[in-house]
Nanobody
């Protein structure tokens, strides 16, 4: 089992920044890809960013490229999402995700474990 505990998020004005963190515990000796999804009210959960364990290769959905940065600290079993130049359309509940292989992902059905979710609200 892997437990993912998220922190960060909150309310920010458009153009502002927030950082999300996700600490993994449990089967952390395994190498696995991690990342973030988000879900706005009335919408499906969508992929935001992912990072592999090996080489820390990163992947982003087009709408956040150039504004969001995903990173990880393998020694701390923690993944981060730095969100800059936030827009009202970034408002959603953000979920940390882990896939028990070291291949990136972009679909929710590829995920083995989820964090508890954290609200990000961007006001205009």
């Amino acid at each position: 089992q892997v437990q993912l505990v998220q922190s960060g998020g909150g309310l920010v004005q458009a153009g502002g920044s927030l950082r999300l963190s996700c600490a993994a515990s449990g089967r952390t000796f395994m190498r696995y890809a991690m990342g973030w999804f988000r879900q706005a009210p009335g919408k499906e959960r969508e992929f935001v960013a992912a990072i592999t364990w090996t080489n820390s290769n990163t992947y982003y959905t087009d709408s956040v490229k150039g504004r969001f940065t995903i990173s990880r600290d393998n020694a701390k079993n923690t993944v981060y999402l730095q969100m800059n130049s936030l827009k009202p359309e970034d408002t959603a509940v953000y979920y940390c995700a882990a896939r028990l292989t070291d291949y990136s992902f972009s679909k929710a059905n590829e995920i083995n474990y989820w964090g508890q979710g954290t609200q990000v609200t961007v006001s205009s």
